[in-house]
């Protein structure tokens, strides 16, 4: 079969790979589409802290059922969507229903070999049903998980201020569910293009361009209170520990994003806020099936979101490029036919 494949850092090939044989407990899928997402950018650009190479990339899966195993509630045909983190089930993380942050997670396309290609074999508790979404729909849900999958973290109550920081896909996600949860939503960004993006659209009710005036421009936005909930989705040290200071007194912060660094705060303003912060890492079942429900319901700007589109013989080509060509660019989908 078909599969892209990263050989090491800048060298992406389309390469045949052998067909995956079904394991035990395992089902066969035929992968139809694979959302691009900055991870797969960082492997590219040789950026990605857990990943050895060659990789076959790819995370953000949609497809078919081919081959079930007899027992199994799903049937040739079926659309679903690929959870990409595959857990061990027995550890403290596993135990305790967190299978998000399992002690020895896989991830497919970063641990494990992906599913940028034309079948995979994935564990049953891996896949969920896709209802009636179509599979660009379905292949759009873990990134948006992510972003809910915070969110319930945070629990952001109604009318709380919440400002997400980084206007890429993660933090698009965020802004999106923190708005559905009924938080007042502010997004920030270097980038004016992303923020007009997100605001025209209806993912955040207002922007804050991120610059030197920025702490002036969060105490403007909430009358030098700072705000009730902070998301940080931007991969950058320094934005993560600037985000400390935008919390309100009683308030909390969001890590969604993570580096391959350590990441240092004042402790003194930290505990004079009574600050939590929290880690949110990947998402859990319930955030799955939470974005599945709000894409049917016709609350995600999808025709928005889904920007650009290429197929397996295209990738090699088009994403290198789109790692420097940055316009316009909020989800690729890669169409497999």
Same mark, same amino acid.
């Given at each position: 079969?078909?599969?892209?494949?990263c050989?090491?850092?800048?060298?992406?090939?389309?390469?045949?790979?052998?067909?995956?044989?079904?394991?035990?407990?395992?089902?066969?899928?035929?992968?139809?589409? =694979?959302?691009?997402?900055?991870?797969?950018?960082?492997?590219?650009?040789? #950026?990605?802290?857990?990943?050895?190479?060659?990789?076959?990339?790819?995370?953000?899966?949609?497809?078919?059922?081919?081959?079930? %195993?007899?027992?199994s509630?799903?049937?040739?045909?079926?659309?679903?969507?690929?959870?990409?983190?595959?857990? $061990?089930?027995?550890?403290?993380?596993?135990?305790?229903?967190?299978?998000?942050? $399992?002690?020895? &997670?896989?991830?497919?396309?970063?641990?494990?070999?992906?599913?940028?290609?034309?079948?995979?074999?994935? %564990?049953?508790?891996?896949?969920y049903?896709?209802?009636?979404?179509? +599979?660009?729909?379905?292949?759009? &849900?873990?990134?948006?998980?992510?972003?809910?999958?915070?969110?319930?973290? !945070?629990?952001?109550?109604?009318?709380?201020?919440?400002?997400?920081?980084?206007?890429? %896909?993660?933090?698009?996600?965020?802004?999106?569910?923190?708005?559905?949860?009924?938080?007042?939503v502010?997004?920030?960004? /270097?980038?004016?293009?992303?923020?007009? +993006?997100?605001?025209?659209?209806?993912?955040?009710?207002? #922007? *804050?361009?991120?610059?030197?005036?920025?702490?002036?421009? =969060?105490?403007?936005?909430?009358?030098?209170?700072? +705000?009730?909930?902070? +998301?940080?989705?931007?991969?950058?040290r320094a !934005?993560?520990?600037?985000?400390?200071?935008? =919390?309100?007194?009683?308030?909390?912060?969001v890590?969604? #994003?993570?580096?391959?660094?350590?990441?240092?705060?004042?402790?003194?303003e930290?505990?004079?806020?009574?600050?939590?912060?929290?880690g949110?890492?990947?998402?859990?079942? *319930?955030?799955?099936?939470?974005?599945?429900?709000?894409?049917?319901?016709?609350?995600?700007?999808?025709?928005?979101?889904?920007?650009? /589109?290429t197929?397996?013989?295209?990738?090699?080509?088009?994403? %290198?490029?789109?790692?420097?060509?940055k316009?316009?660019?909020?989800?690729?989908? =890669?169409? *497999?036919?």
């Amino acid at each position: 079969m078909r599969a892209v494949v990263c050989q090491r850092p800048g060298e992406l090939v389309l390469e045949e790979r052998p067909e995956p044989k079904r394991g035990e407990a395992e089902v066969l899928v035929r992968i139809r589409r =694979v959302g691009i997402c900055g991870t797969d950018f960082h492997i590219f650009e040789g #950026s990605h802290p857990y990943l050895a190479y060659p990789r076959i990339i790819g995370h953000e899966l949609s497809g078919e059922v081919l081959e079930a %195993p007899a027992d199994s509630a799903l049937k040739p045909g079926q659309t679903v969507v690929i959870n990409p983190y595959v857990s $061990c089930g027995r550890c403290i993380a596993c135990r305790n229903g967190k299978p998000n942050c $399992c002690v020895g &997670i896989a991830v497919l396309g970063v641990h494990r070999d992906g599913g940028m290609c034309e079948r995979i074999s994935v %564990p049953e508790r891996n896949l969920y049903p896709a209802g009636s979404l179509t +599979f660009d729909q379905a292949a759009s &849900i873990e990134f948006l998980a992510i972003g809910a999958h915070a969110v319930a973290r !945070s629990a952001l109550q109604p009318r709380a201020r919440a400002l997400v920081i980084g206007a890429g %896909p993660i933090g698009l996600g965020a802004a999106l569910f923190a708005g559905l949860a009924g938080g007042d939503v502010t997004i920030m960004d /270097r980038d004016a293009e992303r923020l007009a +993006f997100a605001t025209m659209g209806g993912l955040a009710a207002r #922007s *804050i361009e991120a610059g030197e005036r920025t702490a002036e421009l =969060v105490g403007e936005a909430t009358g030098g209170e700072g +705000f009730d909930v902070v +998301f940080d989705a931007t991969g950058a040290r320094a !934005s993560m520990e600037h985000a400390f200071r935008y =919390v309100a007194h009683g308030g909390a912060l969001v890590l969604i #994003s993570v580096v391959n660094e350590d990441v240092a705060f004042s402790d003194p303003e930290f505990h004079k806020r009574e600050m939590t912060l929290l880690g949110s890492r990947n998402a859990l079942r *319930i955030d799955f099936e939470r974005v599945i429900a709000a894409i049917e319901q016709g609350r995600v700007p999808l025709k928005r979101l889904l920007t650009h /589109r290429t197929d397996l013989a295209g990738v090699a080509a088009d994403l %290198p490029r789109w790692t420097t060509e940055k316009r316009g660019l909020v989800k690729a989908l =890669v169409q *497999i036919a």
